[in-house]
């Protein structure tokens, strides 16, 4: 159990327009999902936070109007780049806890890769 | 601040021996403890978690980690590596607000 799905796995697109990920938890409602974006041979950095049904909460630096998170469901949560140029290019995980309480394990999408041309 | 440090960037080991990849952490308490496999273009893989009690953490694929508390360590061992474990490791640390450190690049040697 606890599986994240991400659609779609990679995307490529041309300079200014806007591509839409989607994170899924298949086999458990989600109460917080998480965006994070990888660059080559980097770690993850924290993107946003967001809450079913609330606003996304984003880390500092991170272009809200730019990067538009949607949770409109327990199981789907949605990360639009808008405008992408090719600084967008990244690997973009998400990941999903299930319970709530003290900690709440975060279970991890398989990515999505983004190319902006 | 927050964070967590992996000194290795990168790691070159023969198969069959052992393996330690180091992770350090600086938090105000304890916070919670993971490591995560990655294999290329591909999303993070939960080896193994420590959230309190036994200071040794078994692991799946035969990993294991020791927590420490007075060096604010916790290191992930593995007796016998092999071909397979060629990857990139993360330590990460606290719980929804989660920090990574940079990564250890695993090279196994035929």
């Known amino acids: 159990g606890a599986v994240v799905s991400q659609h779609p796995s990679w995307v490529i697109c041309k300079s200014g327009t806007s591509v839409k990920i989607e994170c899924r938890s298949l086999d458990f409602q989600a109460t917080t999902m998480f965006w994070y974006r990888q660059f080559p041979k980097q770690s993850l950095m924290l993107m946003a936070t967001?809450?079913?049904?609330?606003?996304?909460?984003?880390e500092q630096g991170v272009e809200k109007d730019k990067f538009l998170i949607n949770h409109a469901s327990l199981t789907l949560s949605t990360l639009t780049v808008t405008s992408a140029h090719p600084e967008d290019s990244s690997f973009y995980i998400c990941s999903a806890t299930r319970a709530a309480g003290t900690y709440n394990e975060q279970f991890f999408g398989p990515g999505t890769r983004l190319t902006v041309l | 601040a927050q964070s967590v440090t992996q000194p290795d960037i990168h790691i070159t080991v023969s198969e069959g021996a052992s393996l330690e990849l180091r992770c350090n952490y600086s938090y105000g308490a304890t916070p919670y403890l993971f490591w995560y496999v990655q294999s290329p273009g591909q999303g993070l893989q939960l080896l193994l978690k420590y959230f309190s009690g036994d200071t040794l953490v078994q692991g799946i694929k035969g990993f294991e980690a020791e927590f420490k508390r007075s060096q604010s360590s916790f290191n992930l061992r593995k007796p016998s590596v092999h071909w397979s474990d060629a990857a990139e490791y993360f330590c990460?640390?606290?719980?929804?607000?989660?920090?990574f450190g940079a990564g250890t690049r695993l090279t196994v040697k035929p």
């Open positions: 967001s809450n079913e049904g609330s606003k996304a909460t984003y």
């Open positions: 990460a640390a606290g719980g929804n607000d989660m920090r």
